[in-house]
C-alpha cells in the first residue's frame, strides 16, 4: 500500500506537468488547481498519516484530521468548478445552449447538493461531524459527474465530440473515480485496515485513472470537427431561441415630428408627378 501511495503521488505530479506544458490549464483553470492540490497535499498527506500512526506521535492525529478533511472539501469545491468547465468546453459550439445550459447546470448542482445536506441524519456533533458533512458533499457532487458522463455519451455525436478530447477524458476519469466511491467504498467498512485487499482494489482502480489521464494528456488532442447542421434543424433553432434569450435588442426611437416630415416630402413629389402628366396629356390634344 505504501508503494501504491508513493505511485499515486507520482502520477499526480506528472499529470500537473503535463496538464502545464500542454497548456491546458487556458481551457480548464479549475482543474489545473484541483491537479495541484493533489500534488502539493499528498506528500503531507502520507507524512502526517505516518506520524499520527506511531505510539508517540498521538499529537499529529488532529493535524492530520484537519488537512485531511480540508483537502477534501476544497477538492469537491474544485470538482463543482470543473464540471462547469467540461460542460462548457463540450458545448461550446452551441454558445446558444451553452449560456441557457450553464445556468441550468448550475442549479441542478445547487438542488443535488441541497438535497443532499437536507437529507444527513446528523448522528454526529462536534468534530465527528466534519466526515459527514464532507461525505455528503462528495456524495452529490459524484451524483453530478455521473450525469455529466452520461450526458457527454449520449450527445457525443450531436456535439461532434471526440472520445479522445480532452473534456471527455476528465469527465471519463471523474466518473469512473465515482462509481469507485459509491461501489468499492460502501463495500470497505470503516474499520476495514489498509492492507484489506478491497483497499487495494480500491486504491489500483485510482491509479488506473490517473494512468488514463496521464495518457489522455500526453497524447495529441484531436482537431474538433466543426459543427455544421442544416437551418431547419431543431438544435440551430434551439441554440437561435437561446442565444435571443436575455437581448432586448435594439431599440429604435420613433419621432412623430420625423413622420410629418417624409409624408410631407412624399406629398410634394406625387404632386409633382401629377402636374408633369397633365401638363403632358394638354400638350398632345
Known amino acids: 500500500m505504501s508503494v501504491m501511495n508513493v505511485a499515486e503521488f507520482a502520477l ?16 480548464f483553470p479549475s482543474m489545473a488547481a484541483y491537479l495541484a492540490l493533489h500534488a502539493a497535499s499528498m506528500p503531507m498527506l502520507l507524512a502526517g ?33 470543473v464540471s462547469v468547465e467540461v460542460f462548457r468546453s463540450a458545448l461550446s459550439a452551441l454558445p446558444g445552449l451553452m449560456k441557457i445550459g450553464i445556468v441550468i447546470f448550475r442549479w441542478a ?26 461525505v455528503g458533499f462528495m456524495r452529490s457532487i459524484s451524483v453530478v459527474e455521473l450525469c455529466l458522463l452520461a450526458f457527454l455519451c449520449l450527445s457525443m455525436n450531436a456535439l461532434r465530440l471526440s472520445i479522445r478530447d480532452v473534456a471527455f477524458g476528465i469527465a471519463l476519469g471523474f466518473g469512473i473515480m465515482s462509481s469507485n466511491d459509491f461501489v468499492l467504498a460502501a463495500m470497505i467498512g470503516k474499520t476495514s485496515p489498509m492492507t484489506s485487499f478491497m483497499q487495494f ?18 497524447l495529441p488532442e484531436p482537431v474538433r470537427k466543426p459543427l455544421t447542421v ?13 442565444s435571443a434569450l436575455g437581448h432586448t435588442g ?7 415630428q420625423a413622420n410629418s416630415f417624409f409624408l410631407t416630402d412624399v406629398e410634394k413629389v406625387v404632386e409633382k408627378v401629377l402636374t408633369r402628366n397633365l401638363k403632358g396629356r394638354e400638350s398632345e390634344s
Open 49 to 81: 498519516f505516518y506520524l499520527q500512526g506511531q505510539p508517540w506521535g498521538r499529537d499529529y492525529y488532529f493535524v492530520y484530521f484537519f488537512t485531511y478533511w480540508a483537502v477534501y472539501i476544497a477538492s469537491a469545491v474544485l470538482l463543482l468548478l
Open 109 to 134: 448542482i445547487l438542488v443535488s447538493v441541497v438535497l443532499t445536506f437536507s437529507s444527513m441524519p446528523f448522528t454526529h456533533r462536534g468534530l465527528a461531524a466534519v466526515p459527514d458533512i464532507a
Open 12 to 27: 499526480w505530479a506528472t499529470l500537473g506537468f503535463l496538464f502545464w506544458k500542454r497548456k491546458f490549464y487556458r481551457r
Open 230 to 242: 442544416p437551418a431547419n434543424s431543431t438544435i440551430y433553432r434551439w441554440n437561435e431561441i437561446a
Open 201 to 218: 482494489v480500491y486504491e489500483g482502480i485510482i491509479l488506473g485513472t490517473l494512468g488514463l489521464w496521464v495518457v489522455y494528456y500526453a
Open 250 to 256: 435594439t431599440q429604435i426611437a420613433v419621432s412623430q
